[in-house]
């Protein structure tokens, strides 16, 4: 059985450090990278990795757990969850990037779709 590598969160300039794993995270989570109940790396892990203060990591798993993203358990650290909306949301995404990958694939534009969504919402 092949093990899957960690998925990686990288740092680049620009935007806060904290802000930049809290949304590289969520987005593995998302994507399934990070599966429901699946243990995330340490604080000091992430932190090592990434050289990187722990505190920029905290703040960013406390951001997580505060939308639902990852719960933590004293001693037992951060765990991936999906939260019901984000699962819905992410079931619906999946479904429209089909949906318009094929009606591209038919000739059908952007706006062609989105005329006949809205026309269709009516």
């Known amino acids: 059985m092949t093990t899957l590598p960690e998925p990686e969160v990288t740092i680049a300039g620009g935007i806060p450090i904290h802000r930049q794993i809290r949304e590289q995270i969520r987005a593995h989570i998302l994507a399934g990278r990070f599966r429901p109940g699946e243990q995330l790396p340490t604080v000091r892990t992430v932190a090592v990795e990434l050289a990187v203060n722990p505190q920029a990591v905290e703040r960013a798993y406390a951001a997580l757990e505060r939308e639902g993203f990852v719960s933590t ?19 619906l995404n999946r479904l429209c990037s089909r949906f318009l990958s094929s009606a591209q694939k038919q ?3 952007r706006d062609d779709l989105i005329g006949a969504l809205a ?4």
């Not at 004293?74 to 079931?91: H, K, L």
């Not at 026309?119 to 009516?122: V, Y």
């Open 107 to 109: 000739g059908f534009t």
């Open 119 to 122: 026309k269709l919402a009516d």
């Open 73 to 91: 358990i004293d001693g037992s650290g951060a765990i991936a969850v999906m939260p019901v909306a984000s699962a819905n949301s992410a079931r």
